[in-house]
């Protein structure tokens, strides 16, 4: 009987140091969502009214009319009366930080580390409702961070890594990106980052056409999509990188970019091409309408309020050492200005040949924020053209079949992930009402508005007082300017 005590023991000791030391999480209560509006995001374009939508272990158990769903007394009941869930939103193209990055994009070695956590990069997102991102530019401090989510030990988004690659010279520093200069070189680079444990490989602007071939073959090969830029620009050599496993450009800016000055009248030879290759789109046009912005007016980097969500190394250079305000010129503001005018078109053409286009912001590029800026996106893709529906599916459904995960979320369906938005008004009448959040339920998680709330007010007032030169008042705490 003696070791029988003692198998009990050992299994709680396992059980607390597990989740001491983070190894497991406990699953959250199971949860009700009453009389709602689920709005699926599935092909069919279901619409499903006065829904009870139970989830338990993290996953949609069932979905069912309210009338004659009974909901036994342990399940956390929720009012979904008057409100509208759908998916959690996905951001297709981001670069998470960490402190190697910074250094790195910042080009500041001073850095130290232990000043960027991960809990404060994701929060912005999850309170925008944002689940899902693709991290183009993932390093191994990367890897780290999606496991701290998958685990449940931090909350935020699914992350999925993309590993870059760049020719000779390349645009970003070693660590940001790796370099290819032969095919072998560029296959080896693709088998590495399999290895490593990344999802998804981005080309990159300086790839020689022979490299970028053995790259995509090789990724294709490797079963990893590949998203990125059009390389070698202006050299007359577009429709050469449209290749079998070239799966999304990155920018609309890209096509543009492909000419000395953007090209509206190739907008059709470009639709050709990406629908022919079925290769996706990502839009990233709020990017370029914000680069506008800030060229134009850089006052509006002291008067939007999201940037006080920026990590404060990224405050300071944002508004203080802004490249985009730096060399602001005639010239420069009449380029962005076509770039904003030639994406207008783009956009719309790509569209109407159904060839999908997803959300994504290039966040933290300056003037981007993580979680405000993707609902930026979605007004910016609405304007240019697409229908709400197709904006809203380019933001949950589509993202998740490009990645191959569709299996496991981007719709609300039973057997899929609970990531979903509680909203307060119908974002199929209107996409910018994506930004009224009643709640996000993350893995099966509940997190109310006003805790959202408080938790990004806490962060930002963090933030505030962390800046150099912050001073903070005698007489009641509140940060000074
Ligand atoms: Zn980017």
């Known amino acids: 009987m003696r070791h029988c005590r003692f198998i009990p023991l050992a299994f709680f000791l396992v059980l607390v140091a597990a989740t001491v030391f983070g190894q497991q999480v406990a699953a959250p209560p199971p949860l009700a969502v009453e009389h709602v509006t689920v709005l699926p995001m599935t092909a069919d374009g279901a619409v499903l009214v006065d829904q009870t939508v139970l989830i338990r272990n993290g996953r949609i158990a069932s979905i069912a009319p309210s009338a004659g769903t ?4 342990a399940v956390m009941r929720v009012d979904g009366t008057g409100k509208f869930l759908m ?3 996905a951001d297709a193209h981001v670069h998470l ?4 990055l910074l250094r790195l994009f910042l080009q500041n070695p001073a850095i130290a580390t232990g000043t960027i956590h991960t809990e404060d990069v994701l929060l912005p997102y999850v309170a925008n409702g944002v689940l899902q991102v693709i991290d183009l530019s993932a390093t191994s401090e990367t890897v ?3 496991d701290e989510v998958e685990s449940g030990r931090v909350v935020g988004p699914h992350i999925a890594m993309a590993a870059m690659i760049d020719g000779p010279d390349p645009v970003w520093p070693v660590g940001i990106t790796r370099v290819a200069a032969t095919p072998s070189d560029g296959r080896q680079a693709v088998r590495d980052a399999s290895a490593e444990g990344y999802e998804v490989i ?3 602007s300086r790839l020689d056409l022979p490299t970028f071939t053995a790259i995509v073959d090789e990724a294709r090969r490797l079963r990893m999509p590949v998203v990125g830029h059009i390389p070698q620009r202006g050299k007359h050599l577009t429709a050469q990188f449209f290749q079998p496993g070239f799966g999304m450009v990155a920018h609309a ?3 543009a970019q492909q000419t000395a000055v953007p090209a509206e009248a190739d907008i059709p030879r470009y639709v050709e091409m990406a629908k022919s290759n079925g290769t996706w789109l990502t839009g990233t046009l709020s990017l370029d309408e914000r680069l506008l912005e800030e060229t134009a007016h850089p006052e509006t980097l002291k008067t939007r309020p999201e940037l006080h969500f920026l990590t404060p190394p990224l405050y300071a250079m944002v508004t203080e050492q802004n490249p985009y305000v730096q060399q602001a010129s005639p010239q420069r503001l009449a380029y962005l200005r076509a770039i904003v005018e030639f994406n207008r078109k783009l956009v719309p053409a790509f569209a109407a040949a159904h060839i999908p286009v997803l959300a994504g912001t290039d966040t933290p590029v300056p003037g981007m924020v993580a979680g405000f800026a993707l609902h930026d996106e979605l ?3 609405a304007r240019y053209g697409l229908s709400n529906r197709q904006v809203l599916e380019g933001a949950t459904r589509l993202p998740a079949e490009w990645l191959g995960v569709a299996e496991d979320r981007g719709v609300v369906a039973v057997g899929k992930r609970a990531d979903l938005l509680l909203l307060d008004a119908n974002p199929m009448e209107n996409v910018a009402n994506t930004r009224r959040i009643a709640a996000v339920i993350v893995g099966g ?5 006003h805790e959202l709330d408080e938790q990004m007010r806490e962060l930002a007032q963090r933030y505030r007082q962390s800046r150099p030169g912050t001073v903070t008042s005698l007489h009641d705490g509140t940060p000074g300017p």
């Open 70 to 73: 009974r909901i036994d007394a």
């Open 144 to 146: 780290g961070q999606r």
């Open 97 to 100: 930080e960490n402190d190697r």
């Open 202 to 204: 981005k080309v990159y």
């Open 87 to 89: 998916p959690g939103l």
């Open 445 to 449: 998680r509940l997190r109310k508005r």
């Open 253 to 255: 800016e890209e096509f």
């Open 379 to 381: 007004e910016a893709m």
